[in-house]
Nanobody, 115 residues
Framework: QVQLVESGGGLVQPGGSLRLSCASS????????MGWYRQAPGKQRELVAT???????NYADSVKGRFTISRDNAKNTVYLQMNSLKPEDTAVYYC?????????WGQGTQVTVSS
């Protein structure tokens, strides 16, 4: 059974930082491209950051320079370091694993940026 479990969300003040983690099980993690997505209330889910199996990264323009995606294949985990958080970063954050036509999603973790 495949599981992606996100953690690390919470309430943070503007300008603060959070580190999200997504622990996987049931997949050969190192073969999967990994990504973080988010969905704010009333909005569509959007890409935040992705990382290929070779370590190439891609970021949404809105988070470039503030967020960093990384992966630890030994721990089957992908991370999202979020710095200089803004109220508009408030959303549920999801991780996604993809390999060819296979696609798996986590259940999401809430990030709220508010003073």
């Amino acid at each position: 059974q495949v599981q992606l479990v996100e953690s690390g969300g919470g309430l943070v003040q503007p300008g603060g930082s959070l580190r999200l983690s997504c622990a996987s099980s049931g997949i050969s993690f190192s073969f999967y491209a990994m990504g973080w997505y988010r969905q704010a209330p009333g909005k569509q889910r959007e890409l935040v950051a992705t990382m290929t199996i070779t370590g190439s990264t891609n970021y949404a323009d809105s988070v470039k320079g503030r967020f960093t995606i990384s992966r630890d294949n030994a721990k089957n985990t992908v991370y999202l370091q979020m710095n200089s958080l803004k109220p508009e970063d408030t959303a549920v954050y999801y991780c996604r694993a993809t390999l060819n036509i296979r696609e798996y999603w986590g259940q999401g973790t809430q990030v709220t940026v508010s003073s």
